[in-house]
Nanobody, 121 residues
Framework: QLVESGGGLVQAGGSLRLSCAAS????????IGWFRQAPGKEREGVSC????????IYADSVKGRFTISKDNSKSTVNLQMNSLKPEDTAVYYC????????????????WGQGTQVTVSS
């Protein structure tokens, strides 16, 4: 079960930190990360951590602004989002067990319910 938290409303240039509690998830063998879907757009990969080498992958649109991290002992994965832009507005989904390689393709065995992030201009 994946449960996201931390979404909300923030002004452009601000920061938010998303968290995903991944109960019963095998974070030691599963890749885990974040996707997002803006209104009227397709879901896209934002960032993930490759289970094989622990390397983080980022979409070009968020590189240098977002940082992903995970804590296997707590079964949590976080997404620190800085310098937010209005185009970052979307529902953000935590997902697990998928192929975490660049570019991040949409498709995972497990999904959270999503958390809304709204960035005002």
């Amino acid at each position: 079960q994946l449960v996201e938290s931390g979404g909300g409303l923030v002004q452009a240039g601000g920061s938010l930190r998303l968290s995903c509690a991944a109960s019963r998830a095998r974070l030691d063998v599963w890749s885990i990360g974040w996707f997002r879907q803006a209104p009227g757009k397709e879901r896209e990969g934002v960032s993930c951590i490759n289970s094989r080498d622990g390397r983080p992958i980022y979409a070009d649109s968020v590189k240098g602004r977002f940082t992903i991290s995970k804590d296997n002992s707590k079964s949590t994965v976080n997404l620190q989002m800085n310098s937010l832009k209005p185009e970052d507005t979307a529902v953000y989904y935590c997902a697990a067990a998928f192929d975490c390689t660049a570019p991040i393709k949409v498709g995972a065995h497990y999904w959270g319910q999503g958390t809304q992030v709204t960035v005002s201009s």
